[in-house]
């Protein structure tokens, strides 16, 4: 059975900053399971977006995306994104946005209702862990994952994202 929200968290743990995605994805797994929603989450860690993850989107209702974002002055942006070819400021080759336009294109009908959670992020050195202030920013971003697995439908994640 497909869960119904999907959630790809992109970085690499390996490279300062750029673990956000995946300590995130570590952090929600944790709080899902204590509170018995981890049936409704599928939960996808990679380095980065491909097009395959074009086909994980299959038989869902939202698509969350989580990554570090590089020259955002904000701490934490939530908001929903659709399918587009254009380039966007993601520390990775293939934006969210373009996995979106992958399925459009081969599924040939749009893709589930899809969000972005950027997480600031400043320092990729390989080898070092992430800084005080991505530490910082990772926390602000659960408090808004807690909100919205709290209810994980479309109508109450746009009333979230900015």
Same mark, same amino acid.
């Given at each position: 059975m497909t869960a119904p929200v999907v959630v790809f968290a992109i970085g690499n743990p390996s490279r300062g900053d750029? #673990? +956000? !995605? @995946? /300590? $995130?994805c570590a952090r929600l797994d944790s709080w899902l399971l204590a509170r018995g929603l981890a049936g409704g989450v599928e939960l996808i860690e990679d380095f980065q977006l491909n097009i395959e993850h074009a086909i994980d989107l299959q038989g869902r #209702? /939202? %698509?969350l995306f989580i990554d570090a974002a590089v020259n955002?002055? %904000?701490a934490v942006v939530f908001r929903q +994104? !659709? @399918?587009s070819a254009t380039i966007s400021h993601s520390s990775h080759a $293939? @934006? @969210?946005q373009a996995v979106l336009q992958v399925y459009l294109q081969t599924e040939g009908v749009a893709p589930p209702p899809s969000f972005v959670l950027a997480v600031? !992020?400043?320092a990729f050195a390989l080898g070092e862990a992430p800084g005080a202030a991505a530490? #910082? #920013?990772m926390d602000e971003a659960m408090q808004k994952l807690e909100k919205l697995f709290a209810k994980p439908e479309l109508a109450a994640w746009q009333a979230l994202a900015g």
């Open positions: 750029d #673990a +956000i !995605g @995946p /300590l $995130l #209702a /939202l %698509a955002q002055e %904000a +994104i !659709g @399918p $293939l @934006p @969210p600031r !992020g400043v530490r #910082a #920013a």
